[in-house]
Every structure is written in structure tokens, then in C-alpha cells.
């Protein structure tokens, strides 16, 4: 995209049109000591090839994963992204980042949506699904703010296997409805169930969960379900709907609303973002679910047509009393996870489920070989596990770096007890030789 | 000529409550329906829940909009409709009648005091009813 700008020309006409004499008229109510009285402080100007030049000189410095073995999780996968998608989503019926805003217009793109709902909901066995949320931290917050609506209850009990970083998003958005946070703590890896059930009380109106959770293990969904239900709360659950191709889906086990990231689903990591958010719920929560809904109707004529449904609840009809403050979705990243699925079908994704979990249990075998490296919790993980190393999980990455290994996200930037952990991700991606070359780098760098 | 039933009372928001002793049967006007349209979803509290005057109950939803439900009196729910969640349309065809939405067994009779009558309603609805 080119930058366009404006001559002095049409600047003129602009202020003349609006009644000001100069830019600099339309500035004078900041003050002084507030604005910068020297020229920004920025190189000289390039020329295009040149500019181009220098940009990917920068972004050479990064470590990525198209150049790394990359071992990094804790929220974002290096799962494979085919090819066909970047070509498909290119087309300009479809490239845009944005939600359709005349829907009834667009309706191959409410269409891809339709199937992007359809999926989601088949993979958490849940009823419905929405056209996606920014990321898998926003849904969670969302997820709390409906079993609060739905249940008419103060309180969440969120469990310590929840992503840190989730769990920070929902207190933010937890603050204005004034909700409490409880936590249930974690045993040996998973939610000690005991523990759990000394949280709840007629106050609570959702537990939480991930599955697997924040350390890769698995959870225990039917049990910790009919603990929730008990007390009279939803069960949410956090999951990675690409996990969901081998593992139960948790609606199967007693989930009210799944949400999740979606990004393994072939969105590119591009470090840290866009996301894809996944929403869904139990068919007598749909009208208070959050964000877009497509739905399938046919027209005047009997033909199959797609329209947006469920608006009247929306911002734009409801105003301050709408069910959520979100209008929008993710749309290019939700087409992608579309076609993702489509390419792979039941069975790739099961076999990446299947490839990424053996994979993972052959890294852990290999990596706790090294002396002094061992699991840190003893449950069963699927694709993820946290290590503790007999060195600083930070100096060891930095020395896998230089093998061009990414080691592992360190958990002590999310809790001080785990200062000596290092969580590492597993995909389908990974191969023999990288695993069997991680565990050899870590066995020097531990020496 | 507005289908104001005299015998009612009604609030600004355009719920109707029909006195029976302490319980006050609630619905929404004809006028109301009107406005909303095609209503599609009702909304209600559980039998047992307290509501209080002038304050929302539930929701009603239409093609159009989703609109909030405000009691006319204070007290608790002691019956609500149970054809509207299979049949919403029935506010729609019968407001005062089968469309009837909740009753209340009022903590003090004297709010209905506070309601308007048939003939201020008229004028509230013939002003636009704002």
C-alpha cells in the first residue's frame, strides 16, 4: 500500500472549507509543553528498492520459525500452514481483515463463515459457534461475561492451568461488571478436583479450564463438568480447536461454552498475532453469545441464501445494552481456518493431533534423558510440557538459539515457582533430526 | 381506535398490568407490539424471582430489536407464561390476552396507584408514545 498524500493545494482548501486559516490553527489548544518543537528524529529519506533493502535487513534479525526448529508454544503453534491457503485467501473476493458490514452483499464471504461455524462447533461438540473474536484470550473474557449473564452469579473460579496471560485479560475485563476471581489450584499438573470443589459455592458462576491446559496436560473435562454443575455453574473450557481432531471435544463431556485459539488452524504465528478467536456454546446460550453469528435461510425464491443473524443484540441495535461490546470477527483468519480444515479433513486432523503428541512424547523422553532435566509434573500432556532444568531456562535458550534451536518458552515471566521451568511445544512440523539435535545442544548447554 | 383496554393500567414503557386482588397479571401493550414488530423471543424471569417497579424484568426481541421488560409493580413472580417461549407470537396476536407474559404478587398494592390510567395511556401513545 502506497501513501497518499495531500498538496498544499488541497490542503488549503480543506481549512478553508472547515473555516481555519492553517494547520497550525487547529493545534492550538494543546499546549505548549505537550507538543514537540523539533523535527522528528528520523533518517534520511530512501528510495523504494532501497527502502526495501533495509526493511529486510531488519526483519533478518528476527528468529522465526521458517528458519528455526521452532519449540515454542504456551498460546501460538508452529503447526504447518498448506500452501492453497495463501493462495485461496488472496483472492480479492476474500482478502479483507474485516467482518462483511453489508453482509446480505457479501455472500460467498458469509457463506465461508457459515462452514468456519459449522467446523468449530463440530470440533468442540458444541451446538453453535460465532464467526470468531480476536483471539483466544478475548473469547475467554467474553465466555466469562455470558456465564455471568446466563446465570445471573458473581463469581469465577478459574483454574491455575488456565493461560497466565488469559487469565489477565479476563481480570481486566471482569473489573467494570465487578466480578471475583477465585482459583483452583493445581495438583500434580491438573486441577485437584478436591480443591476445586472448596471454591464453589451458589455465587459461582462459571469454572474454567483448559484442555489441555497452559502446561500440556490433560485435564480431567467429565469430572470437573459434573463437579461444576453441582454447584449450579457453566463449565467453560479452553481449547485448541486443532487438538480437538484427536481429542474428546469437550462439549462431549460436559462443556457449556468452548472457546479458544484458533491460530494452529493455519494462521501463521507472524510473531504473536492477528489471532483467531473460537466462541462456542450450548444452543440455549445463543442469544447471549457475543459477536457475529451467520445463519443459513433461504430467499424469496426458495434459494439457500446466508445472512447475519441474531443482530438485534448487537452494539449497532442495542446500543449500551448490547450482550458484548464485540461486533466484528476475524474474517481472513477465520477463512483460513476454514480452508485449513477443509484441506485436511477428519483424518489430517486427527493426524496431526496423532503426529504432534507422539512427537512430543518422543522429545520428552529424549530431553529428560539429559542429566539433571526432568518433567516437572507428572500427568499426562498431549503436544506441550514443562521441563526444569538444572540451569536458567533463559541462558539455556539463548545458547539453543545459536543451534538454531527455539528451545521453549520460560515460565518465570508467569509465576515465580516455576523459575527454573521451560515450557516446550511439540508440533507435526518438528522431525527426528531437530528433536534428536534440541536434546544434544540441551545436554551441552546443561554440562 | 386505539386498543387501550380501560380497565388496565399502564406504565410509560408500555407494559399493561391488570389488578387481581395482590397480583398484578403483566403484559405488553398493543402498541407496543406494534412498534416492535414480529416478536420472536420473550424473555422472563423464573418463578420466585423479585422484581421491582420501573425496573427490567426480562427482554422482549423482535425482527427489529431487542427491547427491556420493566415492571409496573414490586413484588415477587409468582407465574409466568410458559406458551411464550414456544409461541412468541402470541404477544403480537393477543397482547392483553394470551400474550400475557408474568404475574406479580405485589409487596405493596399501593404502586398501583402510581400507574397511568387507560385515558393518560391514549394520550402518551397519540403523542408517539414517548
Known amino acids: 500500500m ?78 504447518a500452514v498448506p500452501s492453497p491457503i ?4 488472496s483472492r480479492g473476493e476474500f482478502f479483507t481483515a474485516y467482518t462483511p458490514y453489508q453482509p446480505e452483499a457479501s455472500q460467498g464471504t458469509l457463506r465461508s463463515i457459515f462452514e468456519y461455524q459449522t467446523m468449530m462447533a463440530e470440533l468442540t461438540g458444541l451446538d453453535v459457534a460465532n464467526a470468531s473474536i480476536y483471539d483466544g484470550a478475548s473469547s475467554l473474557a467474553e465466555a466469562t461475561l455470558m456465564a455471568h449473564a446466563a446465570t445471573g452469579r458473581d463469581t469465577l473460579v478459574i483454574a491455575r492451568g488456565v493461560n497466565p496471560l488469559y487469565r489477565q485479560v479476563v481480570e481486566t475485563y471482569v473489573e467494570g461488571p465487578g466480578l471475583k476471581i477465585k482459583s483452583a489450584p493445581l495438583g500434580d499438573g491438573v486441577t485437584d478436583a478436591d480443591a476445586l470443589r472448596k471454591t464453589l459455592s451458589k455465587h459461582v458462576a462459571a469454572v474454567v479450564i483448559q484442555y489441555p491446559n497452559f502446561f500440556g496436560c490433560l485435564e480431567d473435562v467429565r469430572s470437573i463438568a459434573d463437579i461444576a454443575h453441582e454447584a449450579g455453574a457453566l463449565l467453560v473450557v479452553v481449547a485448541d480447536p486443532i487438538n480437538l481432531g484427536l481429542l474428546t471435544p469437550p462439549g462431549a463431556s460436559g462443556a457449556d461454552i468452548v472457546v479458544g485459539e484458533g491460530q494452529g488452524l493455519g494462521v501463521p504465528m507472524s510473531f504473536g498475532g492477528p489471532n483467531l478467536g473460537v466462541f462456542a456454546a450450548k444452543q440455549e446460550l445463543v442469544r447471549r453469545m457475543p459477536g457475529r453469528l451467520v445463519g443459513a435461510t433461504v430467499d424469496v425464491d426458495g434459494q439457500r441464501g446466508f445472512v447475519l443473524t441474531l443482530q438485534t443484540r448487537e452494539q449497532h441495535i442495542r446500543r449500551e445494552k448490547a450482550t458484548s461490546n ?8 477465520a477463512l483460513m481456518a476454514t480452508i485449513y480444515a477443509a484441506i485436511l479433513g477428519k483424518r489430517g486432523l486427527r493426524k496431526v493431533g496423532e503426529l504432534s503428541t507422539a512427537k512430543a512424547h518422543y522429545a520428552a523422553r529424549e530431553l529428560t534423558k539429559v542429566p539433571g532435566v526432568s ?32 528451545a521453549g518458552v520460560p515460565l518465570k515471566g508467569f509465576d515465580r515457582a516455576y523459575k527454573d521451568c521451560l515450557l516446550v511445544a511439540v508440533t507435526e512440523k518438528r522431525t527426528k533430526e531437530e528433536i534428536d539435535a534440541y536434546a544434544a545442544a540441551l545436554a551441552a548447554a546443561v554440562a | 381506535m386505539a386498543n387501550i383496554p380501560a380497565e388496565l393500567k399502564y406504565t410509560r414503557e408500555h407494559e399493561w398490568a391488570k389488578v387481581e386482588g395482590d397480583r398484578a397479571r403483566v403484559g405488553i401493550t398493543a402498541f407496543a407490539q406494534e412498534q416492535l414488530g414480529d416478536v420472536v423471543f420473550v424473555e422472563l424471569p423464573k418463578v420466585g424471582a423479585k422484581v421491582t417497579a420501573m425496573k427490567t424484568f426480562g427482554v ?20 409466568i407464561n410458559g406458551e411464550l417461549p414456544k409461541k412468541p407470537e402470541l404477544v403480537n396476536t393477543d397482547p392483553y390476552g394470551q400474550g400475557w407474559m408474568l404475574v406479580i404478587r405485589m409487596s405493596s398494592p399501593k404502586d398501583v396507584d402510581g400507574l397511568m390510567s387507560a385515558a393518560d395511556y391514549e394520550k402518551l401513545t397519540a403523542g408517539g408514545g414517548h
Open chain 1, 2 to 79: 502506497r501513501y497518499i498524500s495531500n498538496t498544499s493545494a488541497q490542503q488549503k482548501e480543506m481549512l478553508a472549507i472547515i473555516g481555519a486559516s492553517s494547520i497550525e490553527d487547529l493545534l492550538v489548544r494543546i499546549p505548549a509543553k505537550a507538543r514537540l518543537s523539533r523535527p522528528l528524529n528520523l533518517p534520511r529519506a530512501m528510495a523504494e528498492t532501497e527502502l526495501v533493502r533495509h526493511l529486510q535487513r531488519m526483519s533478518g534479525l528476527n528468529a522465526g520459525a521458517d528458519d528455526y526448529a521452532c519449540f515454542l508454544g504456551a498460546g501460538s503453534y508452529d503447526h
Open chain 1, 86 to 89: 495463501n493462495h485461496l485467501i
Open chain 1, 326 to 333: 464485540i461486533c466484528t470477527n476475524v474474517a481472513l483468519c
Open chain 1, 375 to 406: 518433567l516437572r509434573f507428572g500427568a499426562p500432556f498431549f503436544k506441550e510440557f514443562a521441563l526444569r532444568l538444572p540451569k536458567s531456562p533463559e541462558r539455556v535458550i539463548r545458547r539453543l538459539v545459536k543451534d538454531r534451536l527455539l
Open chain 2, 60 to 79: 422482549v426481541e423482535s425482527v427489529k430489536a431487542v427491547s427491556d421488560l420493566f415492571a409496573p409493580v414490586t413484588g415477587e413472580v409468582v407465574e
